[in-house]
C-alpha cells in the first residue's frame, strides 16, 4: 500500500457513456498526477495538479476532463471514449517542495472502451 | 527523440545473479533527477531509487544501487543477489527541472525482467 488509492480498479464502459475515475492520496501530498499507460508504450503523463490547480495539461483530448477538488482528491471523467483510450490509467501524488522527489503511485484503473 | 531509452525489452536471470538494467536518457537541463520504478503484475508502479543530477555519488537502497554516469548520460540499474519477487517490469523516469514543483516523469518503455529459480 502507497498511500494512494483508485476506485474502480476495472472499468468497461460503451463510446456514449460516462463515467469517472476516482484517486485518493492520504499521504498529505499537494500536487497528484493521472498518466495513461497503453499496451506496449511508455507511460504518458496526461495531467498535473499543484494545490488543487492544474499546472499542466499534455495535449489530452477534450473527452478526458480532470477535477481535483482538493488536495487529497482527483478525478478523470470520462465521455465519449474510443476504443484506443483503453488502457491502465494511474495516479500519482507528490510533496511538492524542494528535496522532494519521488512520486507515489496508486494500483491503476484498467478501462476497456467497447 | 526519445528522452529515456531503454534498450533491453526482456532479460531472464538465475535467482541470485545480480542484474544491470540499462537506461539512458536525453536532456539539456542541467538539473533533473533520474528514478527507478518497479511494477508487478498487480500494476501498481512501486520507486526504488532516484539519482538527482547534482548527486556526487551513487545512489543505493538496500540490493538496488544505480550506477550514475553524467557524461554518458548513462543511469543503469544494478540488483543484487535478486529474487524471484524481483520479477517484474522496470521502469527508468526522469523528471526535468531542480524539483519544488509538480512536474510529471518521462518515462522509457521499460525492461521486463524474469528471476529465474
Known amino acids: 500500500e502507497t498511500g494512494v488509492t483508485q476506485t474502480p480498479r476495472h472499468l468497461v464502459m460503451g463510446m456514449t457513456n460516462k463515467k469517472s475515475l476516482k484517486c485518493e492520496q492520504h499521504?498529505?501530498?499537494?500536487?497528484m498526477y493521472w498518466y495513461k499507460q497503453s499496451a506496449k508504450k511508455p507511460l504518458e503523463l496526461m495531467f498535473v495538479?499543484?494545490?488543487?490547480?492544474?499546472?499542466e495539461n499534455n495535449s489530452v483530448p477534450s473527452r478526458f476532463s480532470p477535477e481535483c477538488p482538493n488536495s487529497s482528491h482527483l478525478f478523470l471523467h470520462l465521455h465519449t471514449l474510443q476504443p484506443e483510450d483503453s488502457a491502465l490509467y494511474l495516479c500519482?501524488?507528490?510533496?511538492?517542495?524542494?528535496?522532494?522527489?519521488?512520486?507515489?503511485f496508486g494500483p491503476g484503473t484498467r478501462l476497456t472502451v467497447t | 527523440a526519445q528522452k529515456i531509452t531503454q534498450t533491453q525489452p526482456g532479460m531472464f536471470v538465475q535467482e541470485k545473479e545480480a542484474v544491470t538494467l540499462d537506461c539512458t536518457y536525453d536532456?539539456?537541463?542541467?538539473?533533473?533527477?533520474l528514478f527507478w520504478y518497479k511494477q508487478p503484475s498487480s500494476g501498481e508502479m512501486i520507486f526504488l531509487i532516484y539519482?538527482?543530477?547534482?548527486?556526487?555519488q551513487n545512489a543505493t537502497e538496500g540490493r538496488y544501487s544505480l550506477n550514475f554516469q553524467k557524461a554518458r548520460k548513462s543511469a543503469n540499474l544494478v540488483i543484487s543477489a535478486s529474487q524471484l519477487g524481483d520479477s517484474a517490469m522496470y521502469f527508468c523516469?526522469?523528471?526535468?527541472?531542480?524539483?519544488?514543483?509538480?512536474?510529471?516523469?518521462?518515462f522509457g518503455k521499460g525492461t521486463h525482467l524474469i528471476i529465474q529459480p
Open positions: 536532456t539539456s537541463d542541467p538539473s533533473y533527477g
Open positions: 499521504l498529505g501530498h499537494n500536487a
Open positions: 523516469a526522469m523528471r526535468e527541472g531542480s524539483g519544488g514543483g509538480a512536474d510529471g516523469l518521462t
Open positions: 539519482q538527482g543530477s547534482y548527486d556526487q
Open positions: 500519482a501524488s507528490s510533496q511538492d517542495e524542494q528535496g522532494a522527489y519521488e512520486q507515489y
Open positions: 495538479y499543484n494545490f488543487k490547480e492544474q499546472t
